[in-house]
């Protein structure tokens, strides 16, 4: 009987290609289907492998459930319940039911014909792993908490299929994590062992401090001996004295290493604390002193660099970075003894030109914080309303394959609009309606140009333009005017500080975005346009750095992975759909 008053089914376990359209075959043979709704990334539009199947009336929802409940949909299994659209009832844990050691042989199915006979059954799932075989182990969510408590009480230690299973309330991870005592243990890790030692040596040599379960050396395929092993005690007090004893004896003139035995997760998880430890030290060292340096000539070297950075305090170290062929990757770091030296070396460096390119000088930080910065624009952007109206399709800011053109304001005239066919052809939204024209290129022609960049516009400035891409002054306005003739857009060179330099700042801006567009949507062409804007927000005070970004591949793939967890952070934050256990 459904307790709940929607007739909406919530599909589960979904293979990530399933469609709507599949998933309408599969359930409209129960009854008329209202509405399908298969949960996708925001930002990805991929599966999230779940959906939400909603019937006219609860009658074919019931039918739909007792029917088609692990059924194969594409070759996987699906797993179907009431939906339930609390979050605090599905992560209360009550009536959830954990169990483990199942044989191989049981499905979905199999659990639920077992456990139904105490009760009704919310949700029936045994865990699979990515070639759909069971992983021994398995949940059960009741109606009540008193159902699974008999269940509990009269399945725990049953031999179903040949094995014995546990079953017990599910415990959250975290209170899993919290509860345990890791001062308590009774499996011991011993590594450092000779080859030749056997399981029976070992298990002599532990059994002295008291009685154990088991013992095993691990091998490999060729049943050689890996060096280590575990050791299971019956009582914590036997395993402590044994680690006590043990660790650091030498055995078979090898010195072994004995402890507690941990989890993986555990191993990983502390090994991390350290390292972030060790890293926050370091840091804390460093704050302030440390700069970054890059656009640094493929010539440079320590030396120059200590040379050229060296009139403005003692430098304790410095590194050009080099690749794996020991090519300089154009940026490197100089570390100061004091703060007030390297806010003198910045302030005096930065943007300064020296041999190529001009310098870019800045305090080094870690990239938690440049991502954690980058986090806080997003923000301020949604508060204007930025990225929460732009379309996520892939005409969101640029669209790829349309030529560039230009609309003057909506009281010009129709032949004022300017149209450009560059070797990679961009468009972008600008106001005003208007007809595309093609452009002769030996014309001379007036283009007055307005764009917006990240919903701020910006004005232009009138100039003349030749074929050689020159500004001409006001020369040959009036005769252009007259003829009507449309603004050719600049040359589509490779774009450089000293290429940019004859244009104003916000013209600069516009034509990098254009550029940055190009080669983004080349990986990303569905979530190039708000990248692109992201990138243009971020840089928008420094355009030798963001030229400098476009024409490093390593660069710019870095900045756009950080925009792209950016977006996919902002999307989960914004989903209000979240998958039910």
């Not at 339930?84 to 009536?95: A, E, I, L, M």
């Not at 949940?139 to 399945?155: G, L, M, P, S, Y």
Request: hydrophobic share 35%; net charge positive.
């Amino acid at each position: 009987m459904n307790s709940f008053p929607s007739a909406s089914l919530y599909v589960g376990d979904l293979h990530p290609e399933v469609t709507e359209g599949q998933l309408f075959e599969v359930f409209n043979v129960i009854g008329p289907v209202a509405s399908i709704r298969v949960c996708r990334d925001a930002i990805t539009r991929r599966s999230l492998g779940y959906a939400y199947v909603n019937y006219h009336n609860v009658a074919d929802a019931e039918r739909a459930l007792d029917t088609l409940n692990n059924t194969p949909i594409k070759g996987r299994v699906c797993r179907i319940m009431w939906s339930q659209r609390d979050p605090s009832v599905r992560k209360s844990g009550v009536g959830n039911v954990f169990i483990k050691n199942l044989d191989k042989s049981i499905d979905h199915r199999g659990l639920y014909d077992t456990f139904s006979a105490f009760g009704n059954i919310l949700s029936c799932k045994v865990v699979m792993d990515d070639s759909n075989q069971s992983k021994g182990y398995g949940f059960v969510h009741f109606e009540t908490q008193e159902q699974a408590d008999k269940a509990i009480n009269r399945v725990n230690e049953m031999v179903l299929n040949g094995k014995q299973v546990f079953v017990g309330p599910f415990i959250p991870k975290k209170e899993r994590m919290r509860s345990g005592d890791s001062n308590k243990f009774t499996n011991v890790f011993v590594k450092n062992l000779d080859e030749t030692m056997s399981e029976s040596e070992l298990n002599d040599m532990f059994s002295a401090f008291g009685v154990l379960k088991n013992c095993v050396i691990m091998k490999d395929e060729n049943g050689k001996s890996k060096g280590f092993g575990f050791v299971n005690f019956e009582n914590f007090e036997d395993a402590k004295k044994a680690v006590d004893d043990l660790n650091d004896k030498e055995v078979k003139g090898k010195k072994v290493f004995c402890a507690r035995a941990q989890k993986k997760a555990e191993r990983e998880a502390e090994l991390k604390a350290k390292f972030e430890q060790v890293k926050a030290e370091r840091m804390a060292k460093y704050q302030g002193v440390n700069l970054y340096v890059k656009n640094l000539d493929d010539d440079w070297d320590e030396e120059k660099l200590k040379t050229e950075f060296g009139q403005f305090g003692a430098i304790t170290s410095c590194k050009v970075m080099r690749d794996e062929k020991n090519a300089s990757r154009g940026f490197g770091f100089v570390c100061f003894v004091t703060p007030e030296e390297a806010t003198r070396a910045v302030s005096e460096m930065n943007g300064r030109m020296v041999g190529a390119k001009p310098l870019y000088v800045a305090m080094a930080q870690r990239k938690e914080i440049r991502r954690a910065q980058l986090e806080a624009q997003m923000q301020q952007r949604m508060k204007r309303g930025g990225i929460a109206n732009v379309p996520a399709g892939p005409a969101a800011m640029y669209a790829a394959g349309n030529p560039v053109f230009y609309a003057q304001p909506p009281n010009m005239p129709p032949q004022q609009f300017m149209y450009a066919q560059p070797q990679h052809m961009i468009s972008r939204r600008w106001p005003g309606p208007g007809q595309y024209q093609p452009v002769p290129p030996n014309y001379v022609v007036q283009m007055q140009r307005q764009t917006r960049v990240n919903g701020r516009q910006l004005a232009g400035r009138r100039f003349q333009q030749t074929r050689g891409g020159r500004d001409q002054g006001n020369q040959g306005q009036v005769a252009a005017q007259q003829a009507g003739v449309p603004q050719a857009m600049p040359g589509m060179e490779a774009l450089t500080m000293s290429t940019l330099a004859q244009f104003p700042p916000e013209q600069q801006l516009n034509m990098v975005g254009e550029r940055l567009f190009s080669q983004i949507s080349k990986a990303q062409p569905d979530l190039a346009g708000k990248v692109t804007g992201m990138l243009l927000e971020r840089y928008s005070s420094s355009i030798p750095e963001l030229v400098d970004i476009l024409n490093n591949e390593a660069e710019l793939t870095s900045n756009v992975d950080q925009a792209l967890d950016v977006l996919n952070k902002y999307a989960k934050e914004q989903s209000g759909e979240k998958e039910e256990n």
